[in-house]
């Protein structure tokens, strides 16, 4: 029985195969009608795209008929839109051969393009009174209707829908379309559009008025209007104060919109209503990692929307894992003192138990983030930090602590981060890069003063339009300057290794080491990776990985201390983003490193 279970096997593999094509097939789309008459290859797929397909072929010759009548109509509306007008269409029936084997009959359109024709210049007619000479030109121009370019019927409405922008954006809020006149002329194959355009009243834009507000601050509201009472109506006003307040995130909706004609004051200013919604006060959020360089991890995150009224969020986090213990409590306020800057305050005390180091302490920050989209950003910021650490080493297989050092650190942050990727989670095209300088003093049982300094960058290519094979690349650089490395705290100096990192090595593994093979750190650090992902499915996906990264005790690394890890993993999409699991195997082991590592957390790994 057993040498047959082979055979087995390959004959349900192989008919499983034949059911799943012939599914396929039996499944498969055809076209609802057949384009003849058709020279030009680009017109013929725009018709029978227009046409469209039927999930079965026409049983009768009635049906037939019906489909051929419905595809010429579309027919049609493709020929006037890519400009053709003197065109010839007939819909027809084409019976099987006595020797197709009672093959139905089929539908098939016969098509007689004719001329191109050719757009002949165009203009605009106002209804009622004019615009401002100014905004009348700029309508015009706004038209964009080349003479000679073909006179496709699809050009003619979005030049309609560029003059009535032109002409909000410019303050004319009520502007709207009359019926327009085309005028086909069949004797020179020309095209000419006359937009009838009433403008209606300039407008002037007054100050806010609300409806639904829920927890929010009316005079906070009235500070984020992006214009003075007075001013002209321009629709990206209204968008910019929408973009504002959804860029909160403490709100379930947000709408802004100018009052009607009605509402208009004695000045002649019209209104804006505005109305938000609360998203739900309070949210408690739990997430989990594990990797075998890091161990297991465990986040909670309490947050409190809009207690002050004024978009508001407070956050209290408490971070359990095996490398790290934190609770810190932060408060962010947007739009602090000007739109789109956001002042955060922050306080914690955390447990660090590494390879390296173990440390203890108490911080503090403040910072000022101004930002421009959601992902880019410039910020300024103080922090303080008290902590307690001490280098560790092992002796004969023992882990000896060295003496505590008891250190006061304060720093001044200058940071910088420019995002032009289409995804936070899952980037398939475009590049980010992002800076951070840190000037350093600290007093206690070690005083110095440096600066601390890193960058990365990373880019993403898309190898097809589905983006189904990204390549994805990353690089990194920092340094301290100005101070020794004994001088330097251990946590406050560069480590490699890890998930994020230089994958196949344990958390700090990378780089210099001491005689214990304890993680030193160092003063500089220099990583690079390069990735390949494949799209297998619409939820699973593939990743094959190389990364290299070096510690270094001086400003740059030198050749040795560099070490290499490649592998590959696995992506399940979960809608708003992927999870990853990544096994990663060292390519300059060294003694007590392990075999491989296993990473799974959310997100790809840059």
Known sequence: MSSLAPTRVALVVSTAIALCAWAGAATAQQAKAKVEGVADDDL???????????????????????????????AIAALRTQGYYGYQVEPDVVDPDEDDGGQ?????????????????????????????PEVAIAAEQAMALRRGAPGRAADVLSAEGRILAALQKRGYADAAPAPREVIIDHADNTVRPTFRMAAGDLIHMDGLIFG?????????????????????????????LERRLLDTGVYDSVSVSLEPKDKVDAQGRRPVLVSVVDRPRRTLEASAGYSTSEGAGLDLRRTRYNRFGRADTQTYALRLAELEQRLEGKVALPHWRRPQQTLTMGAGVYNER?????????????????????????????????????????IDNETIRGERSN????????????????????????????????????LGDSEAAYLRFQ??????????????????????????????????????????????????????????????????????????????????TERWGGVAFVDVGGIGD?????????????????RYDLGFGPIRADIAFPLNKREGDADFQLYISIGQSF
């Open 44 to 74: 013929r797929e725009a018709i029978q795209r227009a046409v469209g397909d039927s999930k079965s072929p026409a049983t009768t010759r009635f049906e037939a008929r019906r489909r051929a009548r419905s595809a010429a109509d579309d």
């Open 104 to 132: 139905p009959p089929s539908a098939v359109v016969k098509v007689t393009p004719g001329p191109r024709f050719r757009f002949a210049g165009a203009g605009v007619a106002w209804v009622g009174d004019e615009p401002t």
């Open 212 to 240: 639904e507000t829920g927890r929010t601050d009316q005079a906070w509201l009235r500070r984020l209007a992006p214009w003075k009472e007075g001013e002209v109506y321009d629709p990206e006003d209204m968008a910019e």
């Open 354 to 394: 590494t390879d390296a180091y173990d440390a203890t302490g108490v911080q503090a920050n403040a910072d000022i983030t101004r930002r421009w989209r959601k992902t880019s950003y410039v910020t300024l910021g103080v922090s303080l930090d008290a902590s307690s650490s001490a280098q560790k080493q092992k």
């Open 407 to 442: 250190i006061l650190t304060a720093a001044v942050l200058g940071a910088f981060a420019l995002d032009r990727s289409d995804d936070p989670l899952n980037p398939t095209k475009g590049w980010r890069v992002e800076a951070r300088a840190e000037p350093t003093g600290t």
């Open 455 to 536: 960058t990365q960058g990373s880019i993403y290519l898309s190898l097809d339009e589905e983006a189904k094979t990204v390549l994805a690349g990353r690089l990194k650089a920092g340094a301290i300057l100005g101070a020794t490395l004994d001088q330097v705290a251990a946590p406050r100096r560069f480590y490699s290794g890890g998930g994020g990192s230089v994958r196949g090595y344990a958390w700090q593994a990378v780089g210099p080491r001491l005689f214990d093979n304890t993680p030193q750190g160092g003063m500089s650090v220099l990583e690079g990776s390069f990735e390949v992902r494949r799209k297998i």
């Open 554 to 570: 001086q400003t740059f690394p030198s050749g040795d201390d560099f070490s290499v890890g490649a592998g590959f993993g696995v």
